[in-house]
């Protein structure tokens, strides 16, 4: 068993090119390239990760009509299906031609006000698309369109909504397609729910259960287990065994505190590891939890700030997402853990220790009372240094040192 204590991003970094930084709603990877939805200014932007720690910007798809409010993407084959809501009213299915990256255009669109309004959660699996729409609670709709015979006009061979009791499409907010199921956290009804949509024609719930008192807005599937996450009345995290869909069964549930909110979910089952993504207006951060003995699940590490968004594990390096800021990345393996010592020294001993002499100062900090602590790289040694909240001045530094595994 990996010792899931060592496996901790060590680095973060932005994404730079975002123009206005706020809104980055969504994003996915297709072989070299991210492709990153910005809700505040409409558009999609294109970058090239062939090299993960120095993404080059490719391009951006700007639209104030048909990618309005863009907030989901997906991808199949040379096409990015985008989600926009126009209006008060109605909702856009928004196709991208993305078979050449650096020349990507607006290919196509669709436009309803009963299956498209307003799209909450999108996901895809071979030549479909699912969706889930929702204009508040006791409204909710599950719809799969084919895209098989013209990418550019998908069509929709199934729609239901929640209108049974307990209902199964209470204000749906996340959507994951694994395999032959499709797994729905719902907000208002706090309901995990379980389709089969093996025949997307005639899919069917067969299971749901609702996790102790979490207002649910998403969730990871991998194996056996569904992990979930939401605002926290008494439990904001939750892991769910699936493997009898029709009688999915929680089997744990854990928080911090109350009234926290969590945006994505992710979990590295090679090393017993969740990672949360928590929101809010001082307490942006990602969350990693050893989940190893689920009767004694603890917080490994907080890193931050990291906003809170959506978490995605792609071409081998965890994504996050922010509602209000820029895309971070950082490595999720085969790092060192960190731990703080020789921290603080005295004022006198930072005279030397100029901010233009740093090598590199990474783009996360926490508090500690009235300092802001954040690591800076010089002569390839790690340091954190800490700065007074108040008065931002530099008060005191000390190297970082390895916790070394057995």
Known sequence: ???????????????????????????????????????????????????????????????????????????????????????????????????????????????????????????????????????????GRFSIY??????????????????????YLNYPLDIKVVGNYAYIVNYTSQRLCIFDVSDPSSAAIVGSVAPTSTLLRAVYVEGN??????????????????????????IKE??????????????????NLVYTAKYGYSTNSVQIWNIEDLDNVYQVNTFGPAYGGRLRYLGGRLYVASPNSSIKHGCSADVDVYKYSGLITTAADIHALEMDTMDRVDTWSVSAGNYVIAPIYRSDQLHVIAVDSSTKQIMGYGEVTPIISE
Do not use: Q
């Open 1 to 139: 068993m990996a010792n899931s204590d060592n496996n901790k991003p060590s680095y973060i970094s932005p994404l730079s090119n975002l123009g206005n930084s706020y809104g980055v709603s969504d994003y996915i990877i297709k072989d070299n390239y991210l492709y990153v939805a910005c809700t505040t200014n409409n558009y999609i932007a294109i970058y090239d990760i062939t090299s993960p720690t120095s993404p080059s910007y490719v391009k951006t798809i700007v639209d104030s009509t048909y990618l309005l409010n863009v907030s989901r993407i997906a991808i199949i084959g040379n096409y990015l299906y985008a989600t926009a809501n126009n209006s008060s009213t109605s909702g856009y299915l928004s196709i991208i031609d993305i078979s050449d990256p650096p020349n990507a255009s607006l290919a196509a669109h669709l436009i309803d006000a009963t299956y498209l309004y307003p799209i909450r959660g999108l996901d895809s699996s071979g030549n479909y698309l699912f969706v889930i729409t929702s204009t508040g609670s006791n409204n």
């Open 146 to 167: 084919d895209t098989t015979s013209n990418p550019l006009n998908p069509t929709r061979v199934r729609s239901m909504t929640g209108t049974t009791s307990p209902n």
């Open 225 to 250: 287990y569904a992990y979930c996450c939401g605002e926290s009345v008494n439990n904001g995290i939750s892991i769910i065994d699936i493997t009898d869909k029709a009688n999915p069964t929680v």
């Open 254 to 271: 854990w928080t911090v505190g109350s009234s926290t909110t969590w945006y994505g979910i992710w979990a590295d089952t090679a090393n």
